[in-house]
């Protein structure tokens, strides 16, 4: 059956992070520690290490092993890095999150900005200041470091395959600005070159279109199960059902079909930078 995310957001100071938060206090209290201390010994500030008690901003997951060490927390810190990690997206991706990581293939089809997974640092972070109602700048710069971070995927072994289909509008769409734009288009190129990702761009003189229903992303498990994913405005899910994903699967194969083969994506990308 198919699997609606509704999970209540993680704000900062409330659930997993709160409770991490009054963990990582009673351990350096045990300890007989003052934040400084723990600071100096992990590579943080006492005002870092007050942030991450408090509930106001991620721990990172080496942060968490130090700590855990460091306190003799006997596993407890770090038992809970994965529920922490999550807490670094926004709800409704955080099922999806969790799966990317451990795919061995990967389709997506982008209809609004470029892939999150192929974003240089720039691009991303005007995609989040631009996130309307306007998100915290301390948030930004949380959401910023999980989508970089999402990017391992490129180097992974063994390496998954990738393949994206990306409307030629969102290549047309300067967000952040020139310097930005060109930047992102640079590194589209780049991608594009690695032998286990493709990148396609489905031109807007095109008159036949199979992908009028909007985004969404395929994955394939190690386990062998097909997964999909479908978010707008922040209403997200993931289907298991196999029919419906077969659903999916085919509209992505017609769109591969209908878009610029990878070679014409690449010579039509080069067009665009020497254009501008």
């Excluded at 199979?210 to 999909?228: N, S, Y």
């Excluded at 591969?256 to 067009?271: V, W």
Aim: glycine share 6%.
């Amino acid at each position: 059956m198919d699997n609606e995310v509704q999970q209540p957001e993680y704000e900062f100071g409330t659930g997993i992070l709160c409770v991490f938060g009054r963990q990582l206090k009673l351990f350096r209290e045990r300890a007989g520690m003052d934040r400084a201390r723990l600071g100096s010994l992990t590579g943080y500030s006492a005002s870092t290490i007050a942030s991450f008690e408090q509930a106001r901003r991620i721990p990172p997951p080496k942060f968490i092993d130090q700590a855990d060490e460091v306190l003799e927390a006997a596993g407890v810190l770090s038992a809970g890095k994965e529920e922490v990690a999550r807490a670094q997206y926004p709800a409704f991706f955080r099922d999806a999150a969790k799966l990317e990581t451990e795919a061995l293939v990967l389709h997506v089809y982008a209809t609004q900005a470029v892939p999150g997974l192929l974003q240089t640092q720039e691009y991303a972070r005007a995609v989040f200041a631009m996130w309307r109602p306007e998100l915290d700048e301390e948030v930004v710069e949380q959401r910023l470091a999980a989508r970089l971070a999402r990017q391992e995927i490129f180097s992974r072994r063994p390496a998954p395959h990738l393949s994206f289909v990306i409307e030629e509008a969102v290549l047309l769409r300067p967000l952040g600005g020139e310097a930005v734009w060109r930047g992102q288009l640079e590194h589209l190129m780049l991608i594009a070159e690695k032998r286990n990702a493709e990148v396609q761009v489905m031109p807007l003189s095109r008159q036949e279109h199979a992908g009028l229903a909007g985004p969404f992303t395929l994955m394939e498990m190690k386990d062998g199960r097909r997964i999909a994913y479908a978010e707008v405005q922040g209403d997200s899910r993931v289907h298991t059902e196999r029919q419906r994903v077969r659903e999916l699967e085919r509209t992505y194969g017609t769109l591969r079909a209908q878009a610029h083969t990878p070679a014409e994506s690449r010579a039509l990308i080069e067009k665009l930078l020497g254009e501008r």
